[in-house]
Each structure stands twice: as C-alpha cells, then as structure tokens.
C-alpha cells in the first residue's frame, strides 16, 4: 500500500498525493515529514516534522497520536513553523477534550536557517518555502569534526598533547544528507541553493503535464515539472526524490511523462513516489 524508494543510502516511503495526502519516513534518520493521513507503521517513530499545516499535511496528526497512545509511547517531538505552534496546540487540545484522552505533543517550533541537533552527528535545519501558508522545508545534516589535513601523519599521542594545550587541529564540515521542500514555488531554488548539493533532494512536483501551464503552478504555489527540467544542469545530488503530484493524472502518466521528458542525466537520479500501476490509493 505504502510506495517505498531507495535514494543514495536513504529509503523514502509512504504516500502522496497533492492536495489529498502526504506523510513520508525516513527509517534512516528516524523521522516522518508531514502528517496527512495516519500511516500505522509510522507511529513509533520519535520525530515528526511538519511542513505546513494544510490539511493533506497535518490532518493526521491527531489520528497518528491516537495509533502512539496504543502502542503505549509518549509524546513525539513535532517540529513545525513556528507561525503555527499555538494553532496546533489548540487544535490537539480540542481533540484531547473530545476523546476524553491527552494529545501531547513536544512541540520544537522552528523559523528560517533554525538549527536543532537530532542526535549523534545529525542536525535539522529549516529553511523558507514559498506557498500561501506559513511553511518551512527541513534540512538534514551531519556535522563531522575531522582532523586538519596538515596532522593527518601525526602521531596520536602528538595530536593528544597539542590539543590539550588547546591548539585548533580539527576542521568542521557538514554534509546535506537529505532535504525535504514540498508545497513551495520553484523560487526555494533560489533562496536554498544548497538544495542542489544535498546528497538526497525529497521535492514536490506537483504537475508534470506540459499541456498544464507552469503559470498554474504558480498561482496555486505550487512547482511544475517543466521547471525542474529547466534547471536539470544545476542538480547535484545522488538522487532526487519526486512527489505530492496530483491526481489530475493516474500514477501510469506520471511516470510515463516524467521519464519521458527527463534529460538521462537527470533520469537516472530520479524516484518517483507513486504506485508502479493502478490508481493513487484510496
Ligand atoms: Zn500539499
Ligand atoms: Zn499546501
């Protein structure tokens, strides 16, 4: 039922549709992106981060609390738009009253360039979409300390010794592992060009038809294929995972559109989140 794709080292599964549903996992990173419908294999997962509070994207949530409560786990972390967080409190506290049960949530709110550490050498950063709503994409990063390349050859008890006398001898580095930007115009291009260099770009596509005018797109905030092919020289990235197309076209065309009008060197980088066949579920 859940579609599942392998990007670069990192597997990106559940459901999307546009503008119906959309709630991703990352079992890697130990994180679910957005909340739309209630995915049961999802609910044991600790971190949840919402795009934006659309109802393909967030409605869930309470449904999602409601599947934690009966495995017996206790409050996620629910990162969101900062914008929001009161609104999303209110409204799961309402829920709480009219199921007799409490829906608690440990709300980290996040603004643009916020960086919150997940664990280990992983961070979050938020950075700005651009759709009708307060909404945010997350970056998924690893900061790695390593040694400056001048010490490589030297001796550990060496490195020891100057290092408590409190030399600089390790260089900083962050990898972009995977980035998540749904429901956003084609602009967050250019407002995080970094997401041409994360190993792993999760992006919406949500129209891929050519006979569809990109302006449509624009006027809904939303990003159209044709504006990915247009930047197809820019993508960096191991793979590219596309998603939340919508249901104007069975999941067949979407594919068959999108491999079609690829350029191979983007092609083959390319996932499409959709059924292999039939119809968008439900
Ligand atoms: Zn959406
Ligand atoms: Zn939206």
Redesign the pocket.
Known sequence: MLDEVQAGPYTVRGISVGGVYTSLQVPELEVVLDVGVPVRSFAGTERIFLS?A?P??ASGLGSLLGIRRLLGKGAPQLFLPAEIEAQVHEALAVLGRLHHTSMDVRTVPMRPGDVKPLGHDLHVRAFRTH???P?LGYQFLRRVTKLRPEFLDTPPQEIARRRKAGEDLFVAREHLELAYAT?TLSKVLETEPGLFDSRVLVIECTFVDPKRPVQDARDRAHLHLDELIAQADRFRNEALVLMHFSQSLAPHDVRALIEERLPPTLRERVRILAPAAGRWFG
């Open positions: 934006h659309h393909d994207h759709h009708s709503v909404s429901d």
